[in-house]
T-cell receptor, first 113, second 108 residues
Framework: DAGVIQSPRHEVTEMGQEVTLRCKPISGHDYLFWYRQTMMRGLELLIY????????DSGMPEDRFSAKMPNASFSTLKIQPSEPRDSAVYFC???????????FGPGTRLTVL | GIQVEQSPPDLILQEGANSTLRCNFSDSVNNLQWFHQNPWGQLINLFY???GTKQNGRLSATTVATERYSLLYISSSQTTDSGVYFCAVGTGGFKTIFGAGTRLFVKA
């Protein structure tokens, strides 16, 4: 059974460019989470979805960030325009409401030059 | 918002030793998880434990929700236990707040 899949694993881009991160949750899971990890701020929840509907986006840092979940097997996190301070590891996780433990993907390491 | 404090921040053990990691939280929670982040960055879910005690091999965890703390026990530590251990709590729905972690290094 495949775990949470994220792509790309590494992304290097220049300031001002659009960045799109992708996530495929574990099949059957009805919750999906996007996190960001930095040395300064640790692990922060950005947004989470239930049954493809955004429930809480209070952690999204600013309007440059947006997330979508068009279907149960795919989600994107977009940054437009990107800035150097967005450099971080972005994790996607999924969960089953009846069990509640979250399972993380391998992360995308984003570097904005 | 809720505060999550983990202690100790850093821990060095000799292989075979036992250890206890602590997580204190400032408000009532309805979910609590322990994670291990290995040296390659992968986050592994160890326990979902909003209350009570669970065991999985050499690891066990206890949460005393009324006193707002949780403990993670590692027995007979191995070098592969090295990494960062995170406690994460939720107060409503699935909104999750992570502690700063305990960095563990196990020496051979």
């Amino acid at each position: 059974d495949a775990g949470v899949i994220q792509s790309p694993r590494h992304e290097v881009t220049e300031m001002g460019q659009e960045v799109t991160l992708r996530c495929k949750p574990i099949s059957g899971h009805d919750y999906l989470f996007w996190y960001r990890q930095t040395m300064m701020r640790g692990l922060e929840l950005l947004i989470y979805f239930n049954n493809n509907v955004p429930i809480d986006d209070s952690g999204m840092p600013e309007d440059r960030f947006s997330a979508k979940m068009p279907n149960a097997s795919f989600s994107t996190l977009k940054i437009q325009p990107s800035e150097p301070r967005d450099s971080a590891v972005y994790f996607c996780a999924s969960s089953l409401s009846s069990q509640k433990g979250q399972f993380f993907g391998p992360g995308t390491r984003l570097t904005v030059l | 918002g809720i505060q999550v404090e983990q202690s100790p921040p850093d821990l060095i053990l000799q292989e075979g030793a036992n250890s206890t990691l602590r997580c204190n939280f400032s408000d009532s929670v309805n979910n609590l998880q322990w994670f291990h982040q290995n040296p390659w960055g992968q986050l592994i879910n160890l326990f979902y434990i909003p209350s009570g005690t669970k065991q999985n091999g050499r690891l066990s965890a206890t949460t005393v929700a009324t006193e707002r703390y949780s403990l993670l026990y590692i027995s007979s530590s191995q070098t592969t236990d090295s990494g960062v251990y995170f406690c994460a709590v939720g107060t409503g729905g699935f909104k999750t707040i992570f502690g700063a972690g305990t960095r563990l290094f196990v020496k051979a």
